[in-house]
């Protein structure tokens, strides 16, 4: 039961599922550690994937918030009184 969590979770890409099913893994055979081993290699592999697909959107975004900040038009500090 734990082996099948454990593929439909690397299949489906949730990380989220993955890390609760490390906090609790049953005793397993020679042949269901092999496999969970195998599954955690590429769990491990498609976390590395997303977080570098955070790192890009994150630094997209940066570049966004700078570009409107530069054109963005300077105000002066101050009133601007004239009589």
Known sequence: MWL???KSAVVMRD???VSSLLDE???LN???LQQASYLLKEAANIAKELRNETSESM???RKSIDFL???ESKRKQG???IL
């Open 69 to 71: 900040a530069s054109t």
């Open 4 to 6: 099948k969590q454990l």
């Open 59 to 61: 630094k997209k975004v």
């Open 25 to 27: 893994v049953p005793s």
């Open 30 to 32: 020679a042949k269901e």
């Open 79 to 81: 009133f601007d009184i």
């Open 15 to 17: 990380v989220e599922k």
